[in-house]
Structure formats: structure tokens, C-alpha cells
């Protein structure tokens, strides 16, 4: 019983721990990153394709990427999904490829990003927070319902709390990572 609630708390936080990391992934920073454009769809034939499915990406340096897709009629709807998207980045089309140049991000930029981090590191804390409220809840439901000694209950608690605290320090080091990354000129 009480193994099976901190699997279900361990899977949520990991669950907002990833979920973070994609959130993370979708700063964009200075550097040119082809993870920028995973969220971006392009409609292919009437169905919303991710760019990375039509197309190589490659970074030929830190400010530029370039997307080649495989079938060139698709280049004016790869530009017209990027253009559409909250990418912030106008694509030159030069009839067989696009270039996204990333400029240099600017100081008061890179503070509003490292605050949207922030918010996003805010975001999975409480969610592993209310994971750790919702376990600390079944195990008192168990204690009431089903006759759980109350030390296993006290054991359980000071358990799910370790692993509360071990989650919020990984959020905290992907955070510090992030803001370093922002930062960094």
C-alpha cells in the first residue's frame, strides 16, 4: 500500500521534473538550438507535422540554424509555420533552404528570460509539492481506512518528504543551469 503511493508521488514528480526540462528547452537563448523548433507544426499535405520530420536541421554555427527539408515543396510552409509561431525570428528562404539568425540577446532580454525560468522552476515545485500533499493524504486515508500502524505512517511521511526535497533540489539545479545558460554572453 504504502510502497504503490510513493511510486504514484515518485512518477508525478518525475513527470514535473520533465516537464521543466521541456519548458526549459523552449527558452530561447543566444545560441541557436534546433530544440526551439520542436514545438512548431507545419501543415504537410493537411496534417500538422512537426519541422523536424520534414526537414534536417543543422547548426552551422551559434547564431544561425538551417532548415533543408526533403521534399522542397514544403519550404514555403515550413517558413509560413515559423512566421506564424511565437518564435520571434523572421526565416530567409533562399529557394532550397531556410537560415533562422538568432541575434545577440540583449541584458534586460536575458533578465526577462531568466524570470520566465523562474516561473516555469516555481511552476514544478509546486507540482511536486502537491504531489507530496496528495501522497501525505493517501497514507492518512490508508491509516483511517484500511488499519495502518501509525508509525508506517510517520515512516511513510518522513519517506515521501526525501523524496519531496530530492526533486526541488533537482529542480533548483536545473534552474541554476538555465539561468547560468541565459546569462552567459
Same mark, same amino acid.
Given at each position: ?47 500538422p ?5 520534414? $526537414?534536417?536541421?543543422?547548426t552551422?554555427?551559434?547564431?544561425? &540554424?538551417? #532548415?533543408? !527539408?526533403?521534399?522542397? @515543396? =514544403?519550404?514555403? $510552409? ?8 511565437? &518564435?520571434? #525570428?523572421? !526565416?530567409?528562404?533562399? @529557394? =532550397? ?12 532580454r ?9 516561473a ?13 500533499r ?21 515512516r ?13 533540489a ?16
Amino acid at each position: 500500500m504504502v510502497d504503490e503511493i510513493m511510486l504514484n508521488a515518485e512518477e508525478r514528480m518525475q513527470k514535473a521534473l520533465s516537464s521543466l526540462g521541456e519548458a526549459f528547452s523552449s527558452v530561447r537563448t543566444g545560441r541557436a538550438n534546433a530544440m526551439v523548433l520542436d514545438r512548431i507544426r507545419v501543415d504537410y499535405y493537411g496534417a500538422p507535422t512537426p519541422v523536424n520530420q520534414l $526537414a534536417g536541421v543543422k547548426t552551422p554555427d551559434a547564431h544561425l &540554424l538551417v #532548415i533543408e !527539408p526533403w521534399d522542397k @515543396g =514544403s519550404l514555403g $510552409a515550413i517558413e509560413h509555420a515559423i512566421l506564424e509561431s511565437d &518564435l520571434g #525570428i523572421t !526565416p530567409t528562404n533562399d @529557394g =532550397s533552404v531556410i537560415r533562422l539568425s538568432f541575434p545577440t540577446l540583449t541584458e534586460e532580454r536575458r533578465r526577462e528570460l531568466v524570470k520566465q525560468c523562474k516561473a516555469y522552476a516555481e511552476e514544478a515545485r509546486v507540482a511536486v509539492r502537491n504531489a507530496r500533499r496528495d501522497a501525505n493524504t493517501a497514507v492518512e486515508r490508508a491509516v483511517k481506512n484500511d488499519g495502518l500502524p501509525e508509525d508506517d505512517q510517520r515512516r511513510a511521511e518522513a519517506e515521501i518528504q526525501k523524496l519531496t526535497d530530492k526533486y526541488i533540489a533537482q529542480v533548483e539545479e536545473l534552474f541554476k543551469k538555465k539561468e547560468a545558460e541565459v546569462m552567459e554572453i
